[in-house]
């Protein structure tokens, strides 16, 4: 059993309220990517070619994401690797 005796009950923020610091950083980060400047800079780079993954992820949000699926092959026979202690 854990000993409680001494502590403080109830300092701290409520539970499930967001830390000051990183709302200041959400509010701070959505200023600066929703700014005139900031689209203009990304619009530039996407048309030059100088962003890519940028212009991928754009098409992600507008469009959706295409499914993504693995296929396995049961033809292939499963292979075991065997390391003994002995082995170097």
Request: hydrophobic letters at 35%; aromatic letters at 8%.
């Amino acid at each position: 059993m854990r000993n409680t005796a001494g502590l403080r009950k109830g300092g701290g923020r409520p539970k499930g309220a967001q830390n000051k610091t990183t709302r200041e950083i959400k509010d701070f980060a959505v200023k600066f990517l929703t700014s005139k400047e900031y689209i203009d800079s990304a619009k530039c780079r996407v048309l030059s070619g100088d962003a890519p993954h940028l212009e991928t992820l754009w098409h992600h949000y507008a469009f959706g994401k295409p499914k993504e699926s693995v296929t396995l092959d049961s033809n292939v026979p499963a292979f075991v690797l065997r390391l003994d202690a002995g082995d170097q």
